[in-house]
């Protein structure tokens, strides 16, 4: 009989500890998720221009440009959402004429507005960006090579859907720009990608 008791008892508290652990892991979903993804450049253009000349060029997929992310996704509104994350990005290279390639990196720290269409099968969602950071630009040319870091900024847009709880799909668009010793640089990505939110 006490031994049944203390079985009784332990498991009284087992529930209830596991009762409370899910009602935190709610209520902590309902200020928000931190979210981690990857995108992959399917496009990738950079522009530059000095004293009212421009040089521009793509790059194609050999020259693969990469984002990763890690942020948190307050909940806001049950269709709207509000982001803010830190990115890492790997600028894809670009070859002017066969005389002089640009490729780079940067850093950013951004802020995303998410509005969520709902649907019957699948929620969609529109979501802008804007962000400033560091990019860190490295020209070679003519067997020289020179690079430098200098604050930048960058705005884009995603259009993608919602599939699971945890999982998004995008398709978007990046455009950051760093002027750099008088040097005005634009970098243009498209891209596709994916988030998962814990």
């Not at 009212?52 to 909940?75: H, K």
């Not at 720290?109 to 400033?132: C, H, Q, R, T």
């Amino acid at each position: 009989m006490k031994s049944s008791m203390v079985a009784l008892s332990l498991f009284s508290i087992f529930a209830m500890n596991s009762y409370a652990l899910a009602s935190d892991k709610e209520n902590s979903k309902e200020l928000g998720q931190f979210y981690v993804g990857a995108d992959i450049g399917l496009y990738n253009e950079t522009e530059s221009e000095y004293l009212g000349r421009s040089i521009e060029d793509s790059s194609d997929l050999s020259d693969l440009s990469y984002n990763l992310v890690g942020g948190y996704e307050f909940n806001t509104h049950d269709v709207v959402k509000l982001g803010l994350e830190a990115e890492y990005r790997k600028l894809g290279k670009v070859t002017y004429n066969e005389i002089m390639d640009i490729e780079g990196q940067a850093f950013f720290v951004n802020v995303k507005p998410k509005f969520i269409v709902e649907g019957d099968v699948l929620d969609l969602y529109v979501s802008l960006l804007a962000g400033v950071g560091s990019m860190d630009m490295e020209v070679k040319a003519l067997g020289a090579s020179a690079s430098k870091s200098e604050a930048a900024y960058q705005v884009g847009a995603e259009l993608g859907a919602i599939v699971s709880d945890n999982i998004d799909i995008h398709l978007g668009y990046r455009n950051a720009r760093v002027e750099i010793d008088s040097v005005d640089i634009s970098s243009q990505t498209a891209y596709i990608g994916a988030r998962y939110r814990f």
